[in-house]
């Protein structure tokens, strides 16, 4: 099994920053893409941002220039460094993994919340 465990969420004032972090355990293949998505209250996940196992990040352009994403793929670790965090960037954040091994492999994190005060 894999799993997914993310850190770092928070309460923050709008201009402010966080970083997020997800670690990732089990049964993993080398080449793979983790990513940041969230999820606002009456709204549908997106994308935030994905890195893939060669370093290939892709990011929502919304978050671009603003937001960060990096792993640590020895440790199977990623983390999202959010900087000048709008109230709009409230959400629950989710990490997810995907690979794809004879068909497609996805799993998700519980989300962490994050908050920005205006």
């Known amino acids: 099994q894999v799993q997914l465990v993310e850190s770092g969420g928070g309460l923050v004032q709008a201009g402010g920053s966080l970083r997020l972090s997800c670690a990732a355990s089990g049964n993993i293949f080398s080449s793979n893409t983790m990513g940041w998505y969230r999820q606002a209250p009456g709204k549908q996940r997106e994308l935030v941002a994905t890195i893939t196992s060669g370093g290939d990040t892709n990011y929502a352009d919304s978050m671009k220039g603003r937001f960060t994403i990096s792993r640590d793929k020895s440790r199977n670790t990623a983390s999202l460094q959010m900087n000048s965090l709008i109230p709009e960037d409230t959400a629950v954040y989710y990490c997810?993994?995907?690979?794809?091994?004879?068909?497609?492999?996805?799993?998700w994190g519980h989300g962490t919340q994050v908050t920005v005060s205006s």
């Open positions: 997810n993994v995907v690979w794809w091994l004879g068909r497609l492999r996805e799993y």
